[in-house]
């Protein structure tokens, strides 16, 4: 009997010791399954690639810091997969699914941020907040990345808060648009060799002119909608074209920096990049970085010393070469005032830096750049009008100068008086054929090798090549020496 009251008290005993067993393991079950689906609530879905396109090309761009850091992380086959997307055809669904898949791994793999590699990238308030916390693992961790990548790619990744929605209107005509001016430009290039001057070259003998349209462009391509100069001049055109006349000069610097990564086609609209190597994105990474580092710089510069050796510093000079780099020196000088230097502290040798951009304007008050110019070089004349030697030595220049056509030589004046018509007269007195511009108020401040600095009120000139980088400066020139050096220069080319 008693043997049996101790073989029911083990029985109970052990009956309570699996029953206890099995709730734990089922609360844990549970709440693995419940970590699992606030998880994967977190993880990308089809429509969270809201440019599957676009996202594969800048994960192709491995210039781009960001793409540096997370294209390694994915796998072989995706990595396969990258390379033989041409990038301007929509991608297979085979690779949309893959390329979800790998980036789900990388999401839960382990923090993605990188101080280095998100140093370029605007994090959003939430991010922000969450890095505070520094997650290592679960919900928090998984949604810490995947705002991270949304931070990354915003036109192509959809944040884990945003609501899904429709691609913009009208983004895949215009999508359908820039792969006609690509299959046009390519058959252009095949039969001239080289690149049209403006996009309706390629109609109607490439291109239907209705492609040049966008159909979010509300004023069907209406003149003085684009950038200062963009507007083709032939037909309407709704498309930003960066191999344009005045951009010519900026080309082989670029092309170098961005390779077949650089727009030669934009849409303002869509903010859709068309790359010269065929490829279609949406606000291009290395574009934004730059613009990002453009306001960086601004706000570090001092007012004090040089202008241009300040951001050399900050940027090294192949970045001031580039487009980039030009706008932000445009930005620079441009934001001075009025009355101050337009060039500041111009050294001794200035050779081998570009000429800052200024605000000069034609006789009409209309905006002029030097950027309009095609010529291999340029003779920029900048003199106070009140000055007795500089029309006679401009006049004495000219004709000294006037074999050369406007493809290898260009010269033009600017008058730093602020009347237009003192300024035309002027002209007129000395018979000058070159244009002349109006520099209101500016003065050149010009270093002396012992450091000091004066106002220079003379006849100052700058010779400029294709990218107008200064070849040399002269103050108060002789005409004949002057001319001399120029045609060593045209002949050479140097």
Request: proline content about 5%; overall charge negative.
């Amino acid at each position: 009997m008693g043997k049996m009251t101790l073989r029911l008290k083990i029985f109970h005993l052990s009956s309570r010791i699996i029953m206890l067993v099995f709730a734990t393991l089922l609360i844990t079950v549970s709440t693995q399954l419940a970590s699992r689906a606030d998880t994967s609530q977190l993880l990308l879905s089809e429509d969270a690639l809201k440019d599957p396109g676009s996202l594969t090309v800048k994960l192709q761009d491995t210039r781009a810091v960001i793409s540096q850091h997370i294209a390694p992380q994915l796998s072989a086959e995706i990595q396969q997969l990258l390379d033989k997307y041409d990038g301007i055809s929509s991608p297979s669904l085979a690779l949309q699914r893959a390329l979800i898949s790998d980036l789900n791994k990388i999401l839960q793999a382990g923090s993605l941020y990188d101080a280095e590699s998100f140093a370029d990238i605007e994090l959003s308030e939430q991010t922000d907040e969450l890095l505070t916390q520094n997650p290592q693992s679960g919900e928090a961790l998984v949604r810490l990345n995947r705002l991270l990548l949304s931070d990354a790619y915003p036109h192509e990744v959809a944040s884990p808060t945003e609501k899904q929605t429709e691609n913009p209107e009208g983004i895949e005509k215009c999508r359908e648009n820039l792969r006609r001016i690509q299959e046009a430009r390519e058959k252009y290039r095949d039969e001239t060799n080289r690149d049209p001057q403006w996009l309706s070259e390629l109609s109607p003998a490439y291109l239907d002119k209705k492609h040049l349209l966008c159909p979010a462009d509300a004023t069907y391509g209406k003149p003085g909608v684009l950038t200062d100069g963009a507007e083709d001049p032939t037909l309407p055109c709704s498309y930003l074209y960066e191999f344009r006349p005045s951009q010519k000069s900026n080309r082989k610097i670029i092309l170098a920096n961005e390779g077949d990564m650089l727009p030669f086609v934009r849409c303002e609209h869509h903010r859709l990049n068309l790359s010269v190597g065929g490829k279609l994105y949406r606000n291009g990474p290395q574009r934004e970085i730059y613009k990002d580092k453009m306001k960086v710089a601004v706000a570090r510069l001092d007012g004090s010393g040089d202008l241009y050796t300040q951001l050399k510093a900050q940027f090294g000079e192949d970045f001031l070469k580039s487009p980039e780099g030009k706008e932000l020196l445009k930005k620079v000088y441009t934001s001075l005032p009025p009355s101050t230097a337009s060039i500041q502290n111009v050294q001794t040798s200035p050779i081998g830096k570009p000429m800052p951009s200024m605000r000069w304007t034609d006789l009409s008050g209309k905006p002029v750049e030097l950027e309009t110019f095609q010529s291999e070089f340029i003779l920029v004349n900048i003199f106070p009008i009140t000055s007795d030697t500089c029309g006679p030595k401009l006049q004495r220049l000219e004709k000294l100068l006037e074999n050369y056509d406007a493809s290898q030589l260009q010269m033009v004046g600017v008058g730093t008086d602020d009347s237009a018509k003192a300024i035309e007269m002027f002209k007129e007195k000395y018979g000058l054929s070159m244009p002349v511009w109006m520099g209101k108020n500016m003065q050149i401040q010009i270093s002396t090798d012992s450091g000091a600095s004066k106002s220079q009120a003379q006849l100052t000139t700058f010779l400029l090549d294709r990218e107008l980088i200064v070849k040399d400066m002269v103050i108060d020139f002789d005409p004949d020496i002057l001319s001399q050096k120029v045609k060593q220069f045209v002949e050479s080319k140097d």
